[in-house]
Protein backbone atom coordinates (compact mmCIF):
# COMPACT_ATOMS: atom_id res chain seq x y z
CA UNK A 1 0.00 0.00 0.00
CA UNK A 2 3.12 2.66 1.21
CA UNK A 3 5.16 1.45 -2.18
CA UNK A 4 1.35 2.18 -4.08
CA UNK A 5 1.01 5.77 -2.31
CA UNK A 6 4.52 6.81 -3.27
CA UNK A 7 3.84 5.96 -6.38
CA UNK A 8 0.69 7.83 -7.30
CA UNK A 9 2.76 11.42 -5.45
CA UNK A 10 5.72 10.85 -7.86
CA UNK A 11 3.31 10.70 -10.86
CA UNK A 12 1.46 13.84 -9.57
CA UNK A 13 4.77 15.30 -8.93
CA UNK A 14 6.28 14.52 -12.26
CA UNK A 15 3.17 16.08 -14.29
CA UNK A 16 2.85 19.01 -12.29
CA UNK A 17 4.77 22.37 -13.54
CA UNK A 18 6.13 23.37 -10.08
CA UNK A 19 7.73 21.32 -7.00
CA UNK A 20 5.38 19.99 -4.70
CA UNK A 21 5.81 22.24 -1.40
CA UNK A 22 5.59 20.72 1.84
CA UNK A 23 1.67 20.93 4.00
CA UNK A 24 3.05 23.64 6.43
CA UNK A 25 4.94 25.31 3.28
CA UNK A 26 1.37 25.40 1.24
CA UNK A 27 -0.37 26.75 4.49
CA UNK A 28 2.30 30.13 4.89
CA UNK A 29 2.42 30.57 0.97
CA UNK A 30 -0.52 30.70 -1.21
CA UNK A 31 0.82 29.94 -4.78
CA UNK A 32 -1.25 29.66 -8.46
CA UNK A 33 0.61 29.02 -11.43
CA UNK A 34 4.08 29.99 -9.88
CA UNK A 35 2.70 33.24 -8.63
CA UNK A 36 2.95 33.97 -4.95
CA UNK A 37 -0.61 35.47 -4.19
CA UNK A 38 0.08 35.76 -0.66
CA UNK A 39 2.01 35.07 2.33
CA UNK A 40 0.51 34.09 5.39
CA UNK A 41 3.13 33.68 7.57
CA UNK A 42 3.94 35.85 10.35
CA UNK A 43 7.57 36.90 11.32
CA UNK A 44 10.14 35.10 8.77
CA UNK A 45 9.55 33.96 5.06
CA UNK A 46 11.96 31.76 3.17
CA UNK A 47 9.91 31.64 -0.19
CA UNK A 48 9.76 28.36 -1.98
CA UNK A 49 12.04 27.39 -4.99
CA UNK A 50 10.38 27.38 -8.28
CA UNK A 51 7.82 30.41 -7.67
CA UNK A 52 9.02 32.91 -10.51
CA UNK A 53 6.87 36.05 -9.30
CA UNK A 54 5.73 38.00 -6.25
CA UNK A 55 2.59 38.93 -7.08
CA UNK A 56 0.99 42.19 -6.07
CA UNK A 57 0.62 43.00 -2.31
CA UNK A 58 1.68 39.06 -1.93
CA UNK A 59 3.30 40.54 1.49
CA UNK A 60 1.51 43.78 1.62
CA UNK A 61 0.31 45.02 5.32
CA UNK A 62 2.42 42.56 7.03
CA UNK A 63 3.24 44.29 10.25
CA UNK A 64 5.67 41.55 12.01
CA UNK A 65 7.27 40.62 9.09
CA UNK A 66 10.75 41.02 9.30
CA UNK A 67 13.22 39.02 7.54
CA UNK A 68 12.37 37.93 3.40
CA UNK A 69 14.30 36.07 1.19
CA UNK A 70 13.51 35.35 -2.41
CA UNK A 71 14.97 31.84 -4.31
CA UNK A 72 17.00 32.58 -7.69
CA UNK A 73 13.67 31.32 -9.59
CA UNK A 74 11.79 34.63 -9.00
CA UNK A 75 11.92 36.85 -11.63
CA UNK A 76 9.37 39.48 -11.26
CA UNK A 77 8.14 41.89 -8.21
CA UNK A 78 4.27 42.99 -8.45
CA UNK A 79 3.48 46.60 -7.19
CA UNK A 80 3.16 46.77 -3.60
CA UNK A 81 4.79 43.54 -3.44
CA UNK A 82 5.83 44.67 0.26
CA UNK A 83 3.94 47.72 0.73
CA UNK A 84 3.70 49.01 4.95
CA UNK A 85 5.94 46.00 5.70
CA UNK A 86 6.96 48.40 8.62
CA UNK A 87 9.37 46.09 10.15
CA UNK A 88 10.80 44.30 7.37
CA UNK A 89 14.94 45.06 7.91
CA UNK A 90 16.05 42.61 5.37
CA UNK A 91 14.91 41.64 2.05
CA UNK A 92 17.56 39.90 -0.38
CA UNK A 93 16.52 39.86 -4.13
CA UNK A 94 18.09 37.91 -6.36
CA UNK A 95 20.01 38.96 -9.76
CA UNK A 96 16.67 36.57 -11.67
CA UNK A 97 15.14 39.68 -10.80
CA UNK A 98 14.49 41.94 -13.56
CA UNK A 99 10.67 43.93 -13.32
CA UNK A 100 10.19 45.70 -9.40
CA UNK A 101 6.62 46.66 -9.77
CA UNK A 102 5.57 50.20 -8.17
CA UNK A 103 5.34 50.95 -4.95
CA UNK A 104 6.81 47.55 -4.00
CA UNK A 105 8.72 48.55 -1.18
CA UNK A 106 6.73 51.94 -0.12
CA UNK A 107 6.71 52.27 3.70
CA UNK A 108 9.19 49.82 4.77
CA UNK A 109 10.27 52.38 7.43
CA UNK A 110 12.37 49.66 9.37
CA UNK A 111 14.20 48.52 5.79
CA UNK A 112 18.02 50.53 6.26
CA UNK A 113 19.43 48.57 3.13
CA UNK A 114 18.74 46.57 0.01
CA UNK A 115 20.74 45.71 -2.93
CA UNK A 116 18.84 46.12 -5.91
CA UNK A 117 19.54 43.27 -8.65
CA UNK A 118 21.90 44.11 -12.25
CA UNK A 119 19.07 42.99 -14.45
CA UNK A 120 16.26 45.73 -13.73
CA UNK A 121 16.20 48.45 -15.72
CA UNK A 122 13.85 51.13 -14.54
CA UNK A 123 13.14 51.97 -10.81
CA UNK A 124 9.41 52.34 -10.83
CA UNK A 125 7.12 54.82 -9.38
CA UNK A 126 7.01 55.57 -5.42
CA UNK A 127 9.18 52.16 -5.22
CA UNK A 128 11.01 53.19 -2.20
CA UNK A 129 8.50 55.96 -1.29
CA UNK A 130 8.73 56.57 2.59
CA UNK A 131 11.58 54.29 2.92
CA UNK A 132 12.46 56.42 6.23
CA UNK A 133 15.37 54.39 7.60
CA UNK A 134 17.15 53.41 3.81
CA UNK A 135 20.47 54.63 4.62
CA UNK A 136 22.61 53.55 1.10
CA UNK A 137 21.02 53.09 -2.54
CA UNK A 138 23.13 51.61 -5.30
CA UNK A 139 21.72 52.06 -8.73
CA UNK A 140 22.68 49.25 -11.03
CA UNK A 141 24.39 50.02 -14.16
CA UNK A 142 21.74 49.13 -17.58
CA UNK A 143 18.91 51.51 -15.25
CA UNK A 144 17.41 54.14 -17.45
CA UNK A 145 14.77 56.13 -15.49
CA UNK A 146 14.15 56.50 -11.73
CA UNK A 147 9.90 57.01 -11.34
CA UNK A 148 8.27 59.96 -9.91
CA UNK A 149 8.25 59.79 -6.14
CA UNK A 150 10.47 56.82 -6.07
CA UNK A 151 12.71 57.38 -2.73
CA UNK A 152 10.45 60.83 -1.40
CA UNK A 153 10.51 60.47 2.15
CA UNK A 154 13.79 58.38 2.44
CA UNK A 155 15.14 60.86 4.61
CA UNK A 156 17.93 58.94 6.08
CA UNK A 157 19.58 58.50 2.96
CA UNK A 158 23.05 59.50 2.96
CA UNK A 159 24.32 57.53 0.10
CA UNK A 160 23.17 57.89 -3.55
CA UNK A 161 25.00 55.82 -6.69
CA UNK A 162 23.37 56.28 -9.96
CA UNK A 163 24.43 54.52 -12.99
CA UNK A 164 26.29 56.10 -16.30
CA UNK A 165 22.70 54.71 -18.18
CA UNK A 166 20.34 56.88 -16.84
CA UNK A 167 18.59 59.25 -18.87
CA UNK A 168 15.65 60.29 -16.53
CA UNK A 169 14.33 61.09 -12.81
CA UNK A 170 10.91 61.66 -12.66
CA UNK A 171 9.06 64.38 -10.58
CA UNK A 172 9.73 64.46 -6.63
CA UNK A 173 12.25 61.26 -6.90
CA UNK A 174 14.38 62.68 -4.00
CA UNK A 175 11.97 64.63 -2.39
CA UNK A 176 12.36 64.87 1.13
CA UNK A 177 15.57 63.15 0.94
CA UNK A 178 16.79 65.40 3.85
CA UNK A 179 20.35 63.93 4.80
CA UNK A 180 21.46 63.85 1.43
CA UNK A 181 24.35 65.77 0.76
CA UNK A 182 26.20 65.43 -2.43
CA UNK A 183 24.93 63.42 -5.95
CA UNK A 184 26.82 62.66 -8.71
CA UNK A 185 24.50 63.33 -11.50
CA UNK A 186 25.86 61.03 -14.67
CA UNK A 187 26.43 62.82 -18.17
CA UNK A 188 23.58 60.71 -19.68
CA UNK A 189 20.63 62.53 -18.19
CA UNK A 190 18.54 64.17 -20.22
CA UNK A 191 15.56 64.73 -18.16
CA UNK A 192 15.01 65.66 -14.57
CA UNK A 193 11.10 66.38 -13.69
CA UNK A 194 9.74 69.13 -11.29
CA UNK A 195 10.79 68.79 -7.48
CA UNK A 196 13.06 65.78 -8.07
CA UNK A 197 15.38 67.02 -5.25
CA UNK A 198 12.88 69.09 -3.27
CA UNK A 199 13.93 69.52 0.43
CA UNK A 200 16.94 67.11 -0.19
CA UNK A 201 19.73 67.62 1.81
CA UNK A 202 17.54 70.19 4.37
CA UNK A 203 18.06 68.16 7.87
CA UNK A 204 15.04 69.08 9.64
CA UNK A 205 15.09 71.16 12.47
CA UNK A 206 18.19 72.47 11.90
CA UNK A 207 18.75 76.20 11.64
CA UNK A 208 18.52 76.79 8.15
CA UNK A 209 21.40 79.52 8.24
CA UNK A 210 23.50 76.60 8.94
CA UNK A 211 22.51 74.53 6.64
CA UNK A 212 25.16 73.05 3.93
CA UNK A 213 22.95 72.85 0.56
CA UNK A 214 22.99 69.60 -1.41
CA UNK A 215 25.84 69.80 -3.50
CA UNK A 216 25.44 68.16 -7.36
CA UNK A 217 28.43 66.62 -9.36
CA UNK A 218 27.67 67.29 -12.67
CA UNK A 219 30.00 67.10 -16.22
CA UNK A 220 30.89 69.60 -17.76
CA UNK A 221 28.61 70.71 -20.36
CA UNK A 222 25.99 68.24 -19.60
CA UNK A 223 22.15 68.52 -19.16
CA UNK A 224 22.39 67.80 -15.17
CA UNK A 225 25.01 71.13 -15.09
CA UNK A 226 22.27 73.36 -17.15
CA UNK A 227 19.80 71.77 -14.68
CA UNK A 228 21.11 72.46 -12.07
CA UNK A 229 22.03 76.06 -12.76
CA UNK A 230 18.68 77.04 -13.50
CA UNK A 231 17.39 75.88 -10.36
CA UNK A 232 20.43 77.71 -8.59
CA UNK A 233 21.98 74.83 -7.05
CA UNK A 234 25.09 74.33 -5.63
CA UNK A 235 26.83 72.62 -8.13
CA UNK A 236 30.68 70.96 -8.67
CA UNK A 237 32.46 69.39 -10.57
CA UNK A 238 33.71 65.36 -9.88
CA UNK A 239 37.77 64.98 -9.39
CA UNK A 240 39.51 63.14 -12.53
CA UNK A 241 40.15 59.83 -11.69
CA UNK A 242 43.77 59.39 -10.03
CA UNK A 243 46.21 57.47 -12.54
Known sequence: MKRTICRLLLAG??????PALPAMAADVYDIKDGVLVK????????????????????????????????????TRIGAEAFIWCMRAKTIQIPDTVTVIGPSAFAQCKSMEEIRLPAGITTVETMCFMMCSSLREIVIPEGVTSIGPMAFSGAKSLTTVTLPSTLTSIGFSAFEGCESLRQIHLPASLTEIGADAFKGAGEKAGKDKKKQQPLVFLVEAGSYAQVWAQQQGATIALPEPPQP
Open 39 to 74: FNGNKTADVPSGVTEIGVSAFGWCKFLTKVTLPPSV
Open 13 to 18: LLLGNL
